[in-house]
């Protein structure tokens, strides 16, 4: 199974601004649970616990000033980000 692409490339590439400082990994754990992916389930396609990226998540929600994992799905679709 290979990563797929989560960032638009080209013309629209997100600025870094525009992505609030996350990372590519961020923008594949948000593009997995958009698809209604478990958190559990994304953990053994990165290699990590689900416990892991349910903390990674709680970050991003931190770091782009929202309170839930949904919010966070959504802030990244509205930015065309995943």
Request: charged residues 30%.
């Amino acid at each position: 199974m290979g990563v797929p692409e989560v960032v638009y490339r080209g013309d629209s590439l997100a600025s870094d601004f525009d992505r609030a400082g996350l990372t590519d990994e961020d923008l594949l754990l948000l593009a997995e649970l958009a698809k209604g992916v478990t958190a559990d389930r994304v953990g053994r396609s990165l290699d990590v616990s689900g416990r892991t990226v349910r903390r990674r998540l709680r970050c991003i929600c931190d770091r782009i000033g929202v309170a839930t994992a949904i919010e966070a799905v959504a802030w990244a679709a509205r930015r065309r980000l995943i």
